[in-house]
C-alpha cells in the first residue's frame, strides 16, 4: 500500500453535506470579514461544523499512541483537517467579536441587529458593554450630571450610538441574476447584477443580496 491508497481511504467518498458545509463556512467567514456589520448567525451550520471538530477531535484522541504507520499516518491528516476548520471557525468568529466591541451598544438596544447575534455573543456583548459602562463612569460620567450620563442618549436629535458605516466600499460577485435593478440610494446610479459581474459599491446596496444568497463578498 502506498501513499496513494492511504489518502484515498481517509478522504474516501466525502459526503455531500460535509463539503457543502465547507464551502458555506468559507463563504460566511469571507463574508463577516469585509461586511461592516454583523450578519446573521448561522445556527444551523455552525452546530454542524461543530460537531464535526469535535468527532475529530474524539477520533484524534483514541487513536493517538497507535504504533500502526498507517493510522498514524492517518491521524497527521486527520489533524491536517482538523486545523484548518478550527481556524476558520476561530476567524469567524473573532470578525464577528471585533464588530461587537466596535458597536455593542448599537447591536444591544436595536432589535433587528440584537437577533442577529448569537446566544453567547449576547451575552458577551451585554457583560462587554457592562464592563465599559463602569469603566466610564468610575473615570469621568460620575462627575456629570445625571442627565448627561447616559451612552445611549438621543436628545437633541442627536444620536450618541455609534454604528457601523454601512456605505462602506465592498466588492461583491453574483452569485445569481437579480430580479431587480440595484439602486444605490442618495444617488442616481442604478445598475443590473448578472451572475459572474463584479462590482465594488457601497454595502447598503448589496447588503439584501449578500444575505439573501444572490450575492457574496469577496
Do not use: C
Not at 502506498?2 to 478522504?11: G, K, Q, T
Not at 459526503?15 to 469571507?30: C, I
Not at 483514541?62 to 483537517?81: A, C, H, S, Y
Not at 438596544?109 to 456583548?125: C, G
Request: hydrophobic share 40%; proline share 5%.
Amino acid at each position: 500500500m502506498d501513499i496513494d491508497d492511504i489518502l484515498a481511504e481517509v478522504d474516501g467518498h466525502p459526503k455531500p453535506q460535509e463539503a457543502g458545509d465547507l464551502q458555506e463556512l468559507t463563504r460566511a467567514w469571507v463574508t463577516e470579514r469585509s461586511a461592516p456589520e454583523v450578519l446573521p448567525w448561522p445556527e444551523q451550520l455552525m452546530e454542524r461544523m461543530m460537531d464535526r471538530i469535535r468527532q475529530q477531535i474524539e477520533l484524534v484522541e483514541t487513536q493517538t499512541g497507535n504504533m500502526d504507520p498507517k493510522t498514524n499516518f492517518r491521524l497527521i491528516i486527520v489533524q491536517t483537517e482538523l486545523e484548518r476548520f478550527k481556524f476558520l471557525v476561530r476567524s469567524y468568529l473573532r470578525a464577528r467579536i471585533a464588530k461587537i466591541d466596535k458597536h455593542a451598544l448599537y447591536y444591544l438596544t436595536n432589535p433587528a441587529q440584537k437577533a442577529r447575534l448569537s446566544a453567547s455573543e449576547l451575552k458577551y456583548a451585554t457583560t462587554h458593554q457592562s464592563l465599559l459602562h463602569a469603566h466610564y463612569h468610575s473615570s469621568f460620567l460620575s462627575q456629570f450630571p445625571t442627565t448627561l450620563q447616559r451612552l445611549d442618549d438621543t436628545a437633541g436629535g442627536i444620536n450618541m450610538i455609534e454604528q457601523p458605516d454601512v456605505d462602506k466600499a465592498v466588492f461583491v460577485r453574483t452569485l445569481r441574476d437579480g430580479r431587480e435593478p440595484v439602486v444605490v440610494e442618495g444617488t442616481d446610479i442604478a445598475f443590473e447584477m448578472r451572475r459572474g459581474d463584479v462590482f465594488v459599491v457601497r454595502w447598503s446596496a448589496v447588503r439584501d443580496r449578500v444575505e439573501e444568497g444572490d450575492a457574496e463578498l469577496i
